[in-house]
């Protein structure tokens, strides 16, 4: 049940797992041919193991990939990505848009990320961040906070809401720093409370990104169910 309902969550946050969502990424990102060897794994079904992957081109909105297993369109991966100049690596989310057959039983994999890579993401691919048309309006820009946070997944692992703190947030998502690794994918209800507010906002939440952090906490890039009104979003500001 929880993996059809990460399913459908797939579909509604981020950008939509579709050939036209890849096509329009094409579009607006410039796309960075590279040969980069990663790792990805199917997030979508019980005892996945990673499969060994080479990238062949990346922008902001997407990846192309080279696996020796079919994928289906509309699979959810978790794509691991290194990291610059020698820091700990990511591993973001993404949805499977194109499959095509390949010489020697290869597939080529087309995807789109749940959440668009900084520069610093596209810096190890030997990619410089360009814009070839006139400024994307589809981002939202991501204020610093300093929020107290709870967290649990929805998938019923964890008895009790487990704390964090939020270091950033925007109409639709927010950055959480927390103890321990929580797999991209996971689909998780979020408290958020700010010391000016007596209520605390509760959200569901998809995390689409997982970095690790020195002295061993994680931070988390979630991605909201829904937007945030103006009036959440200066609470927590």
Known sequence: MFQRALQSWGRLVGRQ?????????????????CDVETTCQPADGPGEVRLSARVQNISRGGINLVVNRRLEPGAILTVDLPGPDGQSGSTVLAYVVRV????GGEWAVGCTFAAELSDEDLEPFGARRQRPHDPDQRGWVRFPCDAEAFYYPVNGTVPKPLPARAFNISPVGVGLLVPSEVPAGTLVSVELRSPRQPAALTIMASVVRVTGQPGGEWALGCNFIRELSEKELQALL
């Open 17 to 33: 797992p579709t050939t036209a969502a890849l096509e329009e990424d094409r579009r607006v990102w410039v796309r960075y041919p």
């Open 100 to 103: 095509a057959g390949r010489p």
